[in-house]
């Protein structure tokens, strides 16, 4: 069975800019779930999508948003970035809503690594 | 809120010797507690977990004891190697499993031989 794939693994971008990460869900998971983990820091729960629709959300401004597609699939955009920004943007997926969050099925991704200048 | 206390690191081992990386926390409830482990280049493993009070987790010789009575959920393993070094995470979820997951800030752990 495939893993949590992420994309891209590195990029730069500006202040003001927006960024689009993807996540492709282990194979049979059909909940995404997004975290943030800053430079020395740990991971941060941004927000989670079951049956394409947001699930849950941490303390994350509007500007962090996502969509999930019919094969669960996920996608994170950023818009107006901002410095404070930049981190380790961690994807996992899981079965079922609930079962996933803070249960052992969470599998995460190697993440994508987003540097704002 | 909830939230988790883990030692700061870096911690620096030479093989074989013995590990400990405190952690502890501050939740509501009965929390579930767990150990991520992060190699380089990586994402989070689950390392081990325990649910309730006095569930001990275990995996690849490495041990903790969900204490409620001190709020701690300390990592341990008797011998650590040199394919130990990576970031480990202290974790909760503050019910069996509809909240996300809570880290603390990672310890990370070199293992020298």
């Known amino acids: 069975e495939t893993g949590v794939t992420q994309s891209p693994t590195h990029l730069i971008k500006t202040r003001g800019q927006q960024v689009t990460l993807r996540c492709s869900s282990q194979?049979?998971?059909?909940?995404v779930s997004w975290y943030q983990q800053a430079l020395g820091q740990g991971p941060q729960f941004i927000f989670q999508y079951y049956r394409e629709e947001e699930n849950g959300r941490g303390n994350f401004p509007p500007r962090f948003s996502g969509l999930q597609f019919p094969n669960y699939s996920s996608e994170l955009n950023v818009n107006a970035l901002e410095l404070d920004d930049s981190a380790l943007y961690l994807c996992?997926?899981?079965?079922?809503?609930?079962?996933?969050?803070?249960?052992?099925?969470?599998?995460f991704g190697a993440g994508s690594r987003l540097t704002v200048l | 809120g909830n939230s988790v206390t883990q030692m700061e690191g870096p911690v620096t081992l030479s093989e074989e010797a013995f590990l400990t990386i405190n952690c502890t926390y501050t939740?509501?409830?009965?929390?579930?507690l767990f150990w991520y482990v992060q190699y380089p280049g990586e994402g989070l493993q689950l390392l081990l977990k325990?649910?309730?009070?006095?569930d001990k987790g275990s995996n690849k010789g490495f041990e903790a004891t969900y204490r409620k009575e001190t709020t701690s959920f300390h990592l341990e393993k008797g011998s650590v190697q040199v394919s130990d070094s990576a970031v480990y995470f202290c974790?909760?979820?503050?019910?069996?499993?509809?909240?996300?997951?809570?880290f603390g800030k990672g310890t990370r752990l070199s293992v020298i031989a």
């Open positions: 939740a509501t409830g009965y929390p579930s």
């Open positions: 194979s049979g998971h059909n909940t």
């Open positions: 325990a649910t309730k009070a006095d």
């Open positions: 974790a909760l979820s503050s019910d069996s499993g509809n909240t996300p997951l809570v």
């Open positions: 996992a997926s899981s079965p079922v809503p609930g079962q996933g969050l803070g249960a052992n099925v969470l599998t």
